[in-house]
């Protein structure tokens, strides 16, 4: 039998938590907390206040470079990037005490540096913490697992679903990785982390595909010899989008990379998966919104790649049309929108209409850091 870990109302399976109270204040102001999601791309801090079950977001910082990025300069990691932002987070308050808790908490891009490199830029963080008189929390390199559950927790607390038999599903692209997370209902299913939620038992199951991130799985795409065709036509030397043709070469990149092939293939077999209803996120969400397919099917969503990626002015086209469309790297939507329509459709076999994109819900941006600051917090109060 799995063993589940209680974390006060709220029960999560091989994790522990330290929370530091922030003051004597009284239980309905809530206590202060830092978190730093130190991503592939870069680095942004959150500052949330949390009492008994739920977590706000007072602010969000401006975006600092990558952690992973200070491998050859690591003296430099806290004062370049940690400092500044606790000081821009912290002149959002009016309490005087530095007494907040800071976590430092790494990502895809963190994983992918050595033991040895990691300590050394962690180590430098929290001693830049400790000198600006704040208290270090957790700082440290989470897991792709733990990175998903997070994520999930804010979801469906969010849709108000904790507790129900009718969860959510999430599945987040970022930079370098993408995680899936979803409840198999299954308590005999390997691998799967039991989380106990308002009473109720959930057997997550939560992978992260690193090398499987929209930048990285195009990175890798680029050295097959039909990468040329993920473009569309007046793009350096693209020879014109062909939808089945980039679809091929990512699938070459999926089976070249072993490890998590056989991670998405052991997801796309749990029963599970088909009967659940998922939000994208990030990259994913930014795709599928960019080809006005937030609730895309497997036809609807190849047409648009095709009828929009014929050339770059295209591309442009559809950005002057809605100006609220994710500018970011327009040259690379077309390649990105046929791994998201590979991943969903070719491997996972998603039913149409089962995954929805979304950037907030209930006008609220979904974040992993939130859910683990409920989490967090519940373990504070047990």
């Not at 008189?133 to 849709?159: D, S």
């Not at 086209?317 to 791994?339: A, M, V, W």
């Not at 950037?359 to 974040?367: F, G, I, L, S």
Request: include cysteine; charged fraction near 25%; proline fraction near 2%.
């Amino acid at each position: 039998m799995k063993k589940i870990y209680s974390l006060g109302s709220y029960s999560f399976s091989l994790l522990f938590f330290a929370f530091i109270k922030l003051t004597n204040a009284s239980e309905s102001l809530g206590e202060y907390s830092i978190v730093f999601d130190a991503g592939s791309s870069k680095t942004r801090a959150y500052l949330y206040q949390s009492s008994v079950d739920k977590v706000t977001q007072i602010a969000v910082s401006k975006d600092s470079k990558a952690l992973s990025s200070f491998i050859s300069n690591v003296d430099s990691t806290g004062n370049e990037v940690i400092l500044p932002l606790i000081k821009e987070l912290r002149s959002k308050i009016s309490n005087e005490d530095n007494n907040i808790e800071v976590n430092v908490l790494g990502t895809a891009g963190m994983r992918k540096l050595t033991d040895e490199q990691q300590s050394a830029i962690y180590n430098n963080v929290r001693q830049s913490i400790i000198q600006a008189g704040y208290k270090p929390g957790q700082i440290r390199t989470i897991t792709g697992w733990e990175e998903g559950v997070f994520a999930w927790v804010h979801i469906n607390q969010l849709a108000e679903k904790l507790g129900t038999d009718n969860t959510l599903g999430i599945i987040e692209m970022g930079g370098a990785s993408t995680q899936i997370t979803f409840d198999t209902k299954d308590s005999r299913l390997a691998g799967t982390h039991p989380i106990k939620l308002k009473g109720k038992i959930y057997y997550l199951w939560s992978e992260s595909l690193l090398g499987f991130g929209a930048n990285s799985v195009r990175s890798a795409m680029n050295k097959i010899n039909l990468q040329q065709t993920c473009y569309p036509l007046g793009y350096e030397k693209s020879l014109g989008f062909n939808f089945n043709s980039c679809d091929q070469a990512y699938d070459k990149v999926i089976h070249n990379d072993n490890i998590a092939y056989s991670k998405l293939k052991q997801t796309a077999e749990i029963s599970a998966l088909k009967k659940t209803n998922f939000i994208g996120l990030s990259a994913l969400n930014y795709t599928l919104d960019f080809f006005d397919n937030q609730k895309p099917g497997k036809e609807k969503l190849k047409k648009s790649l095709i009828d929009n990626c014929k050339s770059y002015d295209d591309i442009k086209i559809l950005l002057e049309r809605d100006s609220r469309k994710d500018y970011h790297e327009p040259q690379f939507k077309c390649s990105n929108g046929t791994f998201v329509y590979n991943l969903l459709y070719d491997y996972l076999k998603l039913d149409n209409g089962t995954l929805q994109g979304v950037k907030k819900y209930n006008n609220t941006d979904v974040r992993w850091t939130a859910g683990y600051t409920l989490l967090s917090t519940q373990t504070a109060k047990k």
